[in-house]
T-cell receptor, first 115, second 113 residues
């Protein structure tokens, strides 16, 4: 079984709709992240969480919100989807080891299309 | 603002050749550096990490770090068509103990038979 799972894998929605993307992990990691990736661009950090009570904005958090329901679950919501939020979304986890070298483990991605 | 720069490519090399991928970064305080491989439509996966100046080798892959010049590179020896992918450089920011990575836009590598 995959260590980091995302649902749904693909979603097509309309402008103005509320969308939730879900991420679950079995790696036992405290740190979880949401990224978006647009063609030709790198990974842009939307939100990250170091534990259930610690949520932080990334570089492109406008238009997004998150919920850390448990150590293993981290959801991303688009309250009112717009077409420029069409992208590939990745959830990731890391161990948060002191001293760095924190490898990120990525889920399979959710391809979101907003019409 | 932290920046991680990569040439977008594509970098095209013949099978069996050495592919050289480069990455520069702006934050002199960065401590940890990563190379991820991403196949089209798939998620990134770690192939190399490096912390100290110099070279680190793992099989056909060698990561090279020069903190004074603020660059990190990845060499792929005996390149194979299966190495064709986008390679993402990531630099970890230790400020405040957060160790949040910043990713470059990636370099597309094409290995042709």
């Amino acid at each position: 079984d995959a260590d980091v799972t995302q649902t749904p894998r693909n979603r097509i929605t309309k402008t103005g709709k509320r969308i939730m993307l879900e991420c679950s992990q079995t790696k036992g990691h405290d740190r979880m992240y949401w990224y978006r990736q647009d063609p030709g661009l790198g990974l842009q950090l939307i939100y990250y969480s170091f534990d259930v009570k610690d949520i932080n904005k990334g570089e492109i958090s406008d238009g997004y919100s998150v919920s850390r329901q448990a150590q293993a679950k981290f959801s991303l919501s688009l309250e009112s989807a717009i077409p420029n939020q069409t992208a590939l979304y990745f959830c990731a986890t890391s161990d948060g080891l002191a001293g760095g070298l924190n490898e990120q483990f990525f889920g399979p991605g959710t391809r979101l299309t907003v019409l | 603002q932290k920046e991680v720069e990569q040439n977008s490519g594509p970098l095209s090399v013949p099978e069996g050749a050495i592919a050289s991928l480069n990455c520069t970064y702006s934050d002199r305080g960065s401590q940890s550096f990563f190379w991820y491989r991403q196949y089209s439509g798939k998620s990134p996966e770690l192939i190399m990490s490096i912390y100290s100046n110099g070279d680190k080798e793992d099989g056909r892959f060698t990561a090279q770090l020069n903190k004074a010049s603020q660059y990190v590179s990845l060499l792929i020896r005996d390149s194979q068509p299966s190495d064709s992918a986008t390679y993402l450089c990531a630099v970890e920011d230790p400020s405040g103990g957060s160790y949040i990575p910043t990713f470059g836009r990636g370099t597309s590598l094409i290995v042709h038979p």
